[in-house]
């Protein structure tokens, strides 16, 4: 026997355009353009007044707090947009509309469509070495042009505090044991590493992460050479050490960051950081702040490797695709990490 689920969808409408824009909009036409995480979508809206084109187009973002895995992945992306990004001097786009919708409970987000002034590459996909440098610039001006930051629930917290580190052992053997992972000589080590290096930085200055800058979610702007990119997708905004997120660029799969050599990446990351901030750290303590990062993410991912190779996805689907590559790379940072922490 089959069954058939049938997932709820919110699609832009013309009520909802005359509530962000008001009632001269006569029509619009919405064209699905991304689905995330099978309980978020986004379209591109063409609006029309009298028959003729208002703007041209807007970016509309829905969010079903009810399919979401936890009530944070859901509402964390409209609270971003309710209470930080108007606070945040950092490229980024116009936010026309937030809302929940009554009858249905849905979030949406109504926003500028950058697709006229910036590129964004369909994943998977690897950036250039002039656009990592435009995503660096990004980074450097998130993590200065800092907002005061309070902890809040629904804000993703530090990757410190999710490190199960006493279940690290045993999520590594289900994924060799699956077939996928080599054995790892120097692993309890690592893990003692991780948890050493986390309490010396347990109370270190925060910053705003993004959290899941992948090509999807980078917006490239047209001058490469002195603009940066504009970030967007902020599901996963959180707090945390910025080298976090300078981490992620050498994990997520596809090796989409890695066309700029690791050293030389970081250098420049630092490089446009101090053209806006004088108070860095030292080179030897920016190596230090790095490796941290670089353990504690790598071991953290090992929770996420376990679940995958115990119910892997279907083959043929993207979040297949992405594993398929996010295991081997997984896997080698974890190998380099118990040489470099020496």
């Known amino acids: 026997m089959t069954l058939d689920f049938i997932v709820p969808i919110y699609e832009p ?3 909802l355009l005359r509530q962000a824009f008001g009632n001269s909009i006569q029509s619009c036409q919405a064209e699905l353009i991304k689905v995330a995480l099978g309980w978020s979508r ?3 809206v063409t609006l029309n007044e009298r028959g003729y084109s208002l703007r041209g187009s807007v970016v509309v973002k829905t969010a079903d707090p009810k399919a979401a895995a936890t009530w944070l992945q859901a509402e964390r ?3 971003y947009y309710q209470v930080l990004h108007p606070r945040l001097s950092i490229a980024k786009p116009e936010v026309y509309f937030l809302t929940t919708d009554e009858e249905t409970g849905f979030h949406v987000i109504v926003m500028e469509d950058l697709s006229s002034t910036h590129r964004i590459p369909a994943h998977p996909y690897q950036w250039t070495r002039d656009e990592l440098r435009s995503v660096l610039r ?3 001006s998130l993590h200065t042009r800092a907002v005061k930051l309070i902890e809040d629930p629904w804000l993703a917290p530090r990757y410190e505090s999710a490190l199960e580190s006493e279940q690290i052992l045993e999520q590594v053997a289900t994924v060799q ?3 996928i992972w ?3 000589p120097g692993l309890n080590d690592l893990i003692a590493y991780a948890r050493e290096s986390c309490q010396k930085y347990a109370n270190t200055p925060l910053r705003l992460l993004h959290g899941d800058t992948t090509p999807a979610n980078a ?7 002195s603009q940066p990119a504009t970030l967007i997708d902020w599901q996963d905004v959180g707090f945390g050490m910025p080298e976090f997120d300078l981490a992620y660029v050498d994990l997520q799969p596809f090796e989409s960051g890695r066309l700029i050599p690791r050293q030389e990446l970081l250098d420049l990351y630092w490089c446009y950081r101090s053209e806006l901030d004088a108070d860095i750290p030292s080179p030897q303590e920016r190596r230090a702040r790095q490796l941290h990062a670089d353990a504690v993410m ?3 991912l090992t929770a996420s490797a376990s679940r995958v190779a115990l119910h892997p996805y279907p083959e043929g689907t993207y979040p297949h695709m992405h594993w398929a590559s996010q295991f081997g790379i997984v896997y080698n940072r974890l190998k380099a990490l118990t040489q470099e922490i020496r």
């Open 13 to 15: 409408n013309l009520d």
């Open 42 to 44: 986004v379209y591109r």
């Open 77 to 79: 992306e409209l609270r």
């Open 138 to 140: 990004a980074y450097a």
């Open 177 to 179: 044991r699956a077939g």
């Open 182 to 184: 080599n054995s790892l």
């Open 219 to 225: 917006a490239l702007p047209k001058d490469l050479d």
């Open 298 to 300: 790598t071991l953290w």
